[in-house]
């Protein structure tokens, strides 16, 4: 039941994706990766509605996660860890009036 749940639900991926996404390459790597999710995982679906569900939350999550690093610039992970934030020394000033 679990395989005809991922088929039958395949465009409705897609669509959600492409909404999210707006871009054919990314949506056709997102709904990949749902479908690599769902063999990863063999989630087992106690109805219907329960895998559809599944695949509609796996799908929004990993559009969520590629425009995240989308966003960030190339060489965000480089440029992060090569600028560790160091310790600020805060004083306070006491101007009378």
């Known amino acids: 039941m679990s395989s005809f749940i ?3 639900y395949s465009d409705m ?3 959600i994706c492409i909404v999210i996404l707006c ?3 990314d949506v056709q790597n997102a709904v990949q990766d749902t479908f690599c999710r769902y063999l990863e995982k063999k989630p087992d679906f106690h109805d219907e509605e329960h895998g559809k569900a599944w ?3 796996a799908a929004t999550n990993i559009c969520r996660n590629m ?3 989308r966003i960030l610039p190339p060489d965000y992970k480089t440029t992060r860890s090569s ?3 160091s310790r ?3 004083s306070l ?3 009378p009036h």
């Open 23 to 25: 871009n054919e390459q």
């Open 55 to 57: 695949l509609i939350r």
């Open 83 to 85: 600028r560790a934030p």
């Open 13 to 15: 991926r897609y669509k």
């Open 67 to 69: 425009m995240c690093f």
């Open 93 to 95: 000033v006491i101007v």
């Open 88 to 90: 600020l020394k805060i």
């Open 6 to 8: 991922v088929t039958r």
